[in-house]
């Protein structure tokens, strides 16, 4: 069985981070059993270490730094770090289940990727701060002591107003208006990606809407705004296709 | 027969523009016979309107905006403007021949199409002021009446420095490496956005390769280290599988 690392927080499903979400999404996709392990953000370093994970980047002082998602495949005795290694290791370990690459080809999923995040980027500081009360004490003390002196401010003085909130959120509604483009140039009724075929690319946006999800609130106005209305509810629509997929186990 | 509509210069094959090579590659791929109508800068708007061609963009007074490419193609009594427009509308009229957006999907590539400008974005202006003294004289004088009062300064003083230029290029080449990651995670020998299979994401690239050839000039250094040295010479050998599309006619 597959063990996925994952930082826990005080929500209800507990998992909150978008980059983890991408691997949750993806395991379940290709219907491989899997169970969780909760690390606070203040562990990850030492037990990835233990376990013998690859770190993912490096400390400014030059030491090795480990993120998660990191999973471990005790069919195989592999770890692997960093959500889209974690997606191929999938594919090349399980390619009779479901594929996240279609048509064998990797490159305009690694595009995605590589653009994705500036699609998200304005709206980023607005979702990530909205959890900053929804996490467990020890992961908010080890954000608190690595970010705050790096940002000089303390973490609720990164929460915008709300009259940034509107502007930024405007901002990123723009970039996804570009990608509504895209999506678009599949036809009428093609929802994913690639037409009619779900893939990583469509569990990389998926990860970030319920990411997104999460820190607006479910029931919030900026969630109605966001999966009913922006794109004639593009988003909102995809994400329902793929929901089956947020699972923790 | 199709007609492309080209804005020519004094280089001995004529074309320079990287768009309107998008369009130029994508008929050639297709195999289909054209001829090429040459139309200097200052004529555009005149010429597309009288053809009935579709405005692309729209000026700052609100009147309408021509741009090529355009084509006209008397099969079927068609003009359209704007480079992917082409692409697109050659795919479904001419199915048979080969595929511009393989497994039929157009999101990938509009992807593409969309995060290219970017790569090249650094070095847009070294490759663009390089083509000052390769316009016809009523072209670069369009140029010279409709940009110089926006930039608020001649073209001539538009052209960076030899230090501004080894700059430009070294963020143009870092932007490069990131686009070779993404054509890499294909696997090794495997070419093109799509694995074995070019498609127009490639003639894409393509088309922006062989303006820079044209901009640097094909015997200079700097050609010689973008297409032999970057990124272990993938985009110089990746041209080369390519150039057969580059044709006039």
Not at 24 to 39: D, H, M, N, S, Y
Not at 180 to 202: E, L
């Amino acid at each position: 069985m597959i063990t996925l690392y994952d930082i826990p927080s005080k929500l209800p499903g507990k998992a909150f981070s978008n980059n983890i979400f991408k691997a949750r999404l993806a395991i379940a996709f290709k219907g491989l059993p899997f169970k969780t392990e909760w690390v606070e953000m203040c562990d990850i370093g030492p037990k990835m270490k233990a376990l013998g994970a690859d770190p993912t980047q490096t400390n400014p002082d030059g030491s090795p730094k480990y993120t998660l998602p990191v999973i471990y495949d005790d069919a195989t005795g592999k770890c692997v770090s960093e959500s889209m290694k974690i997606a191929e290791y999938l594919e090349a370990t399980y390619p009779d289940k479901p594929s996240l690459f279609p048509f064998g080809t990797y490159a305009p999923i690694h595009l995605f990727n590589e653009y994705f995040p500036d699609v998200v980027q304005p709206g980023f500081i607005v979702f990530v701060s909205a959890f900053t009360d929804k996490l467990n004490p020890p992961t908010l003390e080890y954000i608190r002591r690595t970010r705050e002196p790096l940002m000089g401010k303390k973490l609720e003085e990164m929460i915008p107003s709300p009259e940034e909130k509107v502007t930024l959120l405007a901002a990123t509604k723009e970039n996804f208006s570009k990608l509504d483009a895209i999506y678009a140039s599949n036809g009428a009724g093609k929802m994913y990606f690639f037409g009619n075929i779900p893939s990583y690319a469509d569990l990389i946006l998926a990860a970030n809407l319920i990411w997104i999800m999460l820190s607006v609130g479910m029931e919030s106005n900026e969630w109605n705004a966001i999966s009913n209305e922006w794109d004639g509810g593009r988003w909102g629509t995809l994400l329902k296709t793929l929901e089956k997929y947020n699972v923790n186990q």
